[in-house]
């Protein structure tokens, strides 16, 4: 299955008005990149709510944003959940980044996970505290850069590369019921790349290691970028500040 979302065909006086307030809009930069360049899904309402496995359509231009959030205190909570999706290139020479942006997902002890990501269905699975692909300590301290050095690829825990058009995801929360206070929650971002050419123009932005992607996911909120250095907002201490004010 595809994902597409229908939208009813707005008036031309309504479609003016709307193209007017957008212009305004899009004098705060974060903000249009924000409207424009991600598309953001549910991923428990819009990916696994059919019994079909989900394919999610990338390109250059936009990424995505699966998100899951679950308080243990409110009233949907599910003991169990299981999906599995893939993520495809639209273009045939774009290769695909999957970083976990945040996440808060139970562990058994440090070698196992209660609940889990996998990006890639043979990868390792990912649990914990994470942020920007990178494990945060009981101190809140975000680790050093390239924690895991994975068959030569400077892979971080919630970070996954793909050099092909098709990347697959499983994400599991097991039935294990959530100690008071305790949030589920997770969001992982995908975003399309490809090589560096000598002279490359500002079009992309180089994200280090021969990867490129597009200039207008910089300074956005949203670490792009795989290396563990979150270079495309600047670094990822100014990352964490501004994903906190977001979120006060």
């Known amino acids: 299955m595809h ?27 974060s903000m249009c990149r924000s409207n424009l360049t991600y598309r953001k899904y549910d991923i428990r309402n819009n990916i696994c709510d059919t019994l079909k496995d989900t394919d999610i359509i990338l390109s250059y231009d936009h990424a995505v944003i699966l998100k899951y959030s679950l308080d243990s205190k409110g009233l949907d909570y599910r003991p169990s959940f299981y999906c599995r999706y893939k993520v ?8 695909i980044i999957a970083i976990v942006q945040k996440m808060k997902f139970r562990k058994l002890s440090e070698e196992m996970c209660i609940d889990y990501l996998k990006i890639k269905i043979d990868g390792l699975p990912t649990c914990g505290h994470i942020l920007f692909g990178k494990t945060v300590d009981k101190n809140g301290n975000i680790t050093s850069t ?3 050095y994975i068959r030569n690829k400077y892979w971080t825990q919630g970070t996954h590369i793909q050099g092909d058009n098709t990347l697959e995801t499983e994400m599991s929360l097991n039935n294990h019921r959530p100690q008071i206070n305790d949030t589920l929650e997770m969001e992982v971002a995908y975003t399309g790349f490809r090589r560096c050419y000598e002279g490359e123009s500002s079009e992309w932005f180089d994200c280090g290691h021969n990867v ?33 004010n977001e979120t006060k």
């Open 88 to 95: 495809l290139s639209r273009e045939s020479n774009m290769g």
């Open 146 to 148: 390239y924690e895991n």
């Open 212 to 244: 490129c992607i597009k200039s207008s996911l910089v300074n956005d909120g949203i670490v792009n970028c795989p290396f563990g250095d979150c270079r495309d907002e600047g670094n990822c201490e100014l990352a964490r500040s501004q994903l906190d």
């Open 3 to 29: 994902i597409y979302i229908h939208r009813p065909r707005p008036n031309m006086d309504f479609l003016k008005a709307g193209l007017v307030i957008l212009s305004m809009l899009c004098l705060l930069p």
